[in-house]
């Protein structure tokens, strides 16, 4: 990449969930494109890995997203350092599968704490840090725009951070920060090893989408570098489908040749 096509250069950008999956691809792009990066994740050997392969201009900092005060502190320490935030990918999460009457509300309430207060956390961080101006990328989700069955605690959340994301947009919109929100299908990523996807067919799942395939990080990471950046500068209050087209519509089912 030449520096000219550095679209990042002298932005200093906080991702959350940056030790792996979709936030490990977006802090790795956006540190290709010139971008100061501070990692941020709660699992410490894997962040600080991923942020000494990128070395310079990466900085890795535990900051769990339900957790108030470490906001408070990366976000000072920022500042302090001379790194001031101007964007902000909300990408720390999970994903939880499984019947409302089967789901308890321990788990109900782990969904919304990371998925929905984590991203509200990180806005009100955002709201205050950005003193000139910025740009916040929140992941949702297809499931946070059309309603799956067995993921109901999962999809409140994801649905929240999309009410989240343009309650946001209107409210920080005079402090010139933007606010939107990228809702990718299924990804290949770690984030099925959670609860209750073990059983899934894979293979019929694909089948399902109308690209025939599952989506990469990268792919998310593009359209997040997108969102972050002057390309989009009067883009906000918006969600980006990244879900190779399974939220356009049905397909017409064929008949069978039989
Ligand atoms: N992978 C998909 O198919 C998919 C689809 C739609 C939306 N998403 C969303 O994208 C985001 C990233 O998903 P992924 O697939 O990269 O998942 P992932 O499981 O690979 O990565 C999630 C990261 O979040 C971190 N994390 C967990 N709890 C945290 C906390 N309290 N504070 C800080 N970090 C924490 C984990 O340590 C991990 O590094 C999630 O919000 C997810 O809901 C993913």
């Known amino acids: 990449m030449t520096s000219h096509d ?29 971008a100061t990066v501070y990692l941020c994740d709660v699992d410490d050997d894997l962040g600080n890995s991923v942020a000494a392969k990128l070395g310079a201009r990466a900085h890795y900092r535990h900051l ?11 976000t000072a320490e920022m500042a302090d350092r001379g790194h001031p935030l101007r964007i902000l990918v909300n990408s720390a999460g999970a994903a939880s599968k499984a019947s409302i009457m089967d789901t308890s509300l321990a788990e109900l309430r782990r969904m919304i704490d990371l998925n929905l207060v984590g991203t509200f956390l990180g806005l009100q961080a955002a709201g ?10 929140n992941l949702s989700s297809l499931r946070g725009v059309l309603a799956t069955a067995e993921l109901g605690a999962y999809g409140a959340s994801k649905f929240g951070v999309r009410a989240l994301t343009r309650v946001a947009a209107l409210e920080f919109a005079e402090k010139n920060i933007r606010v939107n ?3 990718p299908g299924s990804i290949d990523t770690a984030i099925t090893a959670g609860a209750g996807f073990a059983d899934d067919d894979m293979d019929a799942y694909v089948k399902s989408i109308p690209m025939q395939r599952r989506g990469l990080p990268l792919e998310v990471a593009k359209a997040i570098l997108f969102l972050a950046g002057e390309e989009s500068s009067y883009v906000t209050g918006t969600d980006l ?3 190779g087209g399974s939220s356009a519509g049905a397909r017409t089912p064929k008949l069978s040749s039989s």
């Not at 940056?18 to 956006?30: P, Y």
């Not at 769990?64 to 502190?73: K, L, N, P, Q, Y």
């Open 6 to 34: 550095a679209r990042l250069r002298d932005t200093c950008a906080l991702v959350t969930g940056a030790a792996r999956g979709i936030g490990a691809a977006t802090a790795e792009l956006f540190h290709a494109h010139g």
């Open 64 to 74: 769990d997203v339900t957790d108030a005060a470490d906001w408070s502190r990366v």
């Open 128 to 137: 205050a840090a950005m003193t000139a101006g910025g740009s916040v990328v």
């Open 181 to 183: 929100a990228v809702c």
């Open 241 to 243: 489908m990244i879900d």
